[in-house]
Structure formats: C-alpha cells, structure tokens
C-alpha cells in the first residue's frame, strides 16, 4: 500500500511540475517580460498569450492581387507592421506567441544598437533557430559568440574575389543551359516564359555547384533533397513562437527532420569522398574542384578556440547555409531586375551598351575578370535590391540587457528590423523613394543618397553583414549579362502584382515576361 501511495506521489508530483512549466514558459515568463518591456518604455499592439499578436499577422493580403504596379510595397508585405507603426512609431514591441520582439524602422536606432552591440556578442533568435534547424543547423547564419567568430574566419577567405573568379565557368554553363532552352521556346513559337521558376532552379544549381559541386552523383541527390526540404518547411502553415505548436503539424515535423537526416548523410558521403581525394592529392597540391567546401577543405589547422579547421558535422551544416541563404536570395534579386527592366526597357538598353563597352561584342570572348566595371548594373542591383529587397528583415537577440538612447531592451528580446519599410521611408529617400531610379547610386554607391547610412541594409549590418554578397555581385552580373545579349523581353500581360513574403520576397504568381531573340 505505501509503495502504491508513494508512486502515486511521485506520478502526481510529476504532473503538477510539468503543469508549473507550461504556466511559467506560457503565461508567468512572457507577461513578466510584457511588464519589463512597458516598464522600460516600449509599447506596441497588446498581445493575447499565448498566441501573441500572431492572429492579427495572420490576417494579409498574401497573394492579393494589386490593380496597379505600385513599387510602394510595405503595406502589401507588411501590412500588419505598417499598421502598428502608424499607431507606434518606428519603434515597437509586438509577439510571435509568447516570444517578444523589438520592430525596429529606425536607422539611428539601428546605428545605436550596432555601436552598442559587436557581431560576436549578438544572438540570433532561437525561436528561429530551432525552426530552421534541419535548413542551417548550427551554420554560420545562427551560430553565436566564439563559434561564429571560429567559422566567420574559417569561411570568409572562401568568398575572396580572387577565389571567386574560378566559378565564373560554373555561372555561364548552368546559365547557358537556362538561355538556350529560352530560345528554344522564342524559336518554336512560345516567346511568353515563366521566369521566376527558371531562375530560381537555375540559381539553385550554381550555388549547389559553387558550394558543393553536383557532378558527382551524391552532389545531385543532395540538390533535389535540398529542394524538397525547403518545400517541406515553407508550405506549412506554422505557429512559430507558439508553445507546443509543433504538435500541430507534428507530420511535416517529422518529414522535414527525415529529409534533414537524408541530406546529412548524402553530404557525409561527399565531404568524406573529398577528405579521401584531398590526402591522396596534397603532395601535389592540388586543389580538385573549384567550389567552397573544397576551399573550407584546404583551411585547416590550429587547435582549441583557434581552431581553423571544420568538423565534417560543421561542414554539412556550412553547405546547407550557403545552399538556403544564397539560391534564393541571388535568383530574387535577378527576377525582380528582370520585372523592373521588363517595365523600364530603355535601361536594357543602357546596359546593353555598357556590357558591349566594357566586355566587347563576343559573348564567347568575355573577360569575366571585368565584372566591377559594369557600373550601371551595379547601379540597377543596388536599386533593386533597395525597391525589393529579398531578404526582407534582418534579425538578432540581446544576449544580456542593451541600454540604448535611456531605453533598456532585456535580455533575451528579439530584434526584427523592418528593411523594406527602411528602403520604402519618405523621410530617408524623398520623394521619388517608390520610383526605380538607379542613377541614385551613381554618387552615392554605397547608399544611394539616402540620408541616413544605415537606412539602406539589403545585406545586413556590422560585422554579421552577408559573408556571400560577392559571390551574388558576380552571379547577378553574368546571368544578366547573358539574358541581355541574347534576348531583348517586356512585361507579360498576364503578369499580376502580388509581392509577398515566404521567408525571402518574391512574386506571388511568379513573373511571366515575352521574349525577343537579338540579332547579332
Ligand atoms: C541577393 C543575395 C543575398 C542577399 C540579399 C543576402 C542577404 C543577407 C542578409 C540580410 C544577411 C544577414 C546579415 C545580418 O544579420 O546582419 C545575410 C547573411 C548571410 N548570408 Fe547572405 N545574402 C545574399 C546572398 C548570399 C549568398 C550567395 C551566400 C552564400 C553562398 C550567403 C550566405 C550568407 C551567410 C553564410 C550569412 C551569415 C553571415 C554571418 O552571420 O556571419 N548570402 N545575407
């Protein structure tokens, strides 16, 4: 009997523990932050624990269709922001579940922060963190303190433009492919082509190859699994923040963590089949592929903190990161290009002119070494990446109490920076700030005249900035150099305006454009 009594004890005891747990993770800890954050001076849209504010985010356009080619985006991403900052100010506290997060619009605050703030003591949201952990792991984009600073070291050679220069073959190739299955369609009597779909696969490629490379057989399979995995994750209809919302969608959960393990051991395969190649051929010194993992190969040595070398567990997660962060992103930027060019045709032209000045007339002769020269193509990313921005947010965590400007924002607050509100501010870019304006650049390269420097952030921020943003400089300028050369395109009328956001921003119902074969 007493044994009986005293398991009863222990199973009741249990309960009640875990009863207290889900009381303080669901309601005690988020309204004692909720009190901390008013106390210390935000305010924001009151939330419901435990969903937070999600059920007002809930509530977007996604996927309406706009009458008008409007470039003034924000309300249309963002409408729930734009409508909490018309009654907040640039800077507010708002909710996913009961996790809090600081909206910040405000560049002098961002500068602040920044100031305030160095890359190696930032946190990066955990609620993102283990959202995302079959896509980066513990990669580059998530990982925090010493480690990120051990891997930022390791990575950043990898990207030097002079080993950049060796993909450039890479780029044309997948490219290439991509331009003549379009004139095969012009040709055969199909000039309308749906571009964002071609693009994104063929970006996808690159930087498969660029990262890992996808000749062998396992560097292919790695790909589509990629592929299917990120499907897996962004067509579900998550309640991130939300506590115990995974139950929810427990079948995708556990799709997306079989398809994760499936990736891992196909990028196990490749790293160890390199591994065993690299020492076969180090006497020779021979580096075998031109690609990152063989260059994060090469970079090893040192021991403890110091440590320049990556494990093969690191390695897998590093080409998962450059594979999600760096496809996607670099095919938006060149899709959106492809849409305001399409509308803005005499820019085709102007570049036209400047590729044949800078590279010559001879597509087989091109001298990629030239790139930087094509200065009103930089000009036009830049304004494309200002306009439609696709990494639409940038985001952190305080990892201790950050006082800025007499405000303290708790540890452990998430920091959401709204980088097309920024792009799309009045006050920091006049009035044309909605018009495609790419000579706004042309004195000002860095930040297109806007009137605050940390106003214009497509790649981010401080020492955390893009680590690939040179790698997307070249591949943006060889895809669009080819399209230009061959083809002359304008704005489908089946187009329909629908700019939303899937983690990166992009056409809702992808952008079909009419295409012209050039004479040469
Ligand atoms: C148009 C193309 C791209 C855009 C708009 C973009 C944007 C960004 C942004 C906004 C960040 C966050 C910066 C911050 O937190 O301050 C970031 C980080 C990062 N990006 Fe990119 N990116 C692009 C292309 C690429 C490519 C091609 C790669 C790799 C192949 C890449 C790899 C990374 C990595 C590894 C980080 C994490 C850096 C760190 O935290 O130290 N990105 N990118």
Redesign the pocket.
């Known amino acids: 009997m007493l044994v009986e009594e005293a398991i009863g004890l222990v199973i009741m005891a249990f309960f009640i523990s875990l009863l207290f747990k889900v009381l303080f993770s669901c309601w005690i800890s988020p309204f004692l932050a909720h009190k901390k954050l008013k106390r210390n001076g935000f305010r924001g849209p009151t939330p419901s624990f435990p969903l937070g504010n999600i059920s007002e985010m809930k509530r977007t356009s996604f996927g309406r269709v706009f009458e008008c080619l409007t470039h003034d985006i924000h309300s249309i991403v963002f409408p729930y922001f734009s409508r909490w900052q018309a009654a907040y100010g640039k800077i507010f506290t708002y909710w996913l579940g009961t996790e809090p997060f600081l909206y910040l619009a405000d560049p002098e605050f961002v500068k602040m922060l920044s100031r305030e703030v160095q890359?190696k003591y930032?946190g990066?949201p955990s609620v993102f963190k283990r959202d995302r952990k079959s896509m980066f792991g513990n990669?580059?984009?998530m990982?925090e303190g010493d480690e990120?600073v051990r891997?930022?070291h390791v990575?950043t050679p990898a990207?030097n433009p002079s080993n950049l220069k060796a993909m450039a073959s890479l780029m044309v190739e997948s490219t290439t492919q991509m331009l003549d299955r379009w004139a095969h369609l012009v040709l055969s009597g199909h000039p309308q082509i749906e571009v964002e779909n071609e693009i994104t696969s063929t970006a996808g490629e690159i930087?498969a190859k660029?990262?890992f490379g996808i000749d062998h057989i396992s560097g292919r399979q790695v790909f589509h699994k990629l592929r299917n995995l990120q499907m897996t994750l962004f067509k579900t209809n998550r309640l991130v923040g939300v506590p115990f919302a995974g139950i929810l969608n427990a079948g995708k959960a556990r799709e997306a963590k079989r398809l994760g393990e499936e990736i891992d051991e196909l990028f196990r395969e490749v790293i160890t089949a390199r591994r065993e190649n690299q020492s076969a051929t180090a006497a020779a010194e021979v580096v075998l592929q031109n690609d990152?993992l063989s260059l994060l190969l090469k970079e090893s040595g040192g021991e403890g903190k110091l440590r320049r070398w990556l494990s093969t567990a690191e390695l897998i997660d590093?080409c998962k990161?450059?594979?999600f962060?760096?496809?996607e992103?670099?095919a938006?930027?060149l899709t959106w290009t492809l849409l305001l060019l399409g509308i803005h045709t005499e820019w085709q032209i102007q570049l036209r002119d400047e590729i044949k000045e800078v590279l010559g007339d001879k597509e087989s002769d091109f001298d990629f070494t030239k790139l930087s020269q094509l200065k009103k193509m930089g000009w036009v990313m830049s304004e494309v990446?200002r306009l439609y921005?696709?990494?639409p947010?940038?985001?952190?965590q305080a990892r201790r109490d950050i006082t800025v400007n007499g405000l303290t924002i708790p540890n452990g607050t998430n920091m959401w920076i709204d980088?097309v509100a920024m792009h799309h501010d009045e006050a920091l870019w006049g009035e044309q700030v909605n018009e495609f304006r790419p000579e706004r650049f042309e004195h000002d390269e860095v930040a297109g005249g806007c009137s605050h420097k940390m106003g214009y952030?497509?790649?981010?921020?401080?020492?955390?900035?893009?680590?690939?943003?040179h790698?997307?400089f070249m591949?943006?300028k060889i895809v669009l150099t080819l399209i230009l050369c061959r083809f002359s395109f304008t704005l489908s009328p089946d187009y329909c305006h629908s700019p939303c956001i899937m983690l990166s921003l992009r056409p809702a119902h992808g952008l079909p454009l009419i295409f012209r074969l050039l004479e040469n």
Not at 393 to 396: A, E, S, T
């Open positions: 890359a930032w990066k990669g580059l984009v990982a990120w891997q930022r990575i990207f930087i660029t990262s990152l590093e990161t450059f594979f962060g760096g496809h992103t670099t938006l930027a990446l921005p696709s990494a947010n940038v985001q952190r980088v952030l497509p790649f981010g921020f401080g020492g955390r900035m893009c680590v690939g943003r790698l997307t591949e943006y």
